[in-house]
């Protein structure tokens, strides 16, 4: 098993700045590729950012150019910087792991807040 733990949202003010971290535990040699979702009220959790375990990353169009996702393999933890917050950025983030164990693993959330 994999198990994520995140940290790092908060309150900030539009055009503000946060970083996430998600430090994994557990069975990490197993993990494929870790990612940041985040999900509104009512809404599907969406994929904002993901890094495979070669490093490459990828994120969707609307945080490109704001949101940087790195990792530190020694400290097994990944991060997702987030710059120029917009009030449409506010939602709970979750950390997310892939692995070969074949279930995806979830962290247990992180709420960001953006106010205008």
């Known amino acids: 098993q994999v198990q994520l733990v995140e940290s790092g949202g908060g309150l900030v003010q539009a055009g503000g700045s946060l970083k996430l971290s998600c430090a994994a535990s557990?069975?990490?040699?197993?993990?494929?590729?870790m990612g940041w979702y985040r999900q509104a009220p009512g809404k599907q959790r969406e994929l904002v950012a993901g890094?495979?375990?070669?490093?490459?990353?990828n994120l969707i169009d609307s945080v490109k150019g704001r949101f940087t996702i790195s990792r530190d393999t020694a400290k097994s933890t990944v991060y997702l910087e987030m710059r120029a917050l917009k009030p449409e950025d506010t939602d709970v983030y979750y950390c997310?792991?892939?692995?070969?164990?074949?279930?995806?693993?979830w962290g247990q959330g992180t709420q960001v807040t953006v106010s205008s």
């Open positions: 890094i495979t375990r070669g490093g490459a990353p």
């Open positions: 557990g069975s990490i040699a197993s993990i494929k590729a």
């Open positions: 997310a792991a892939e692995s070969t164990l074949g279930p995806k693993y």
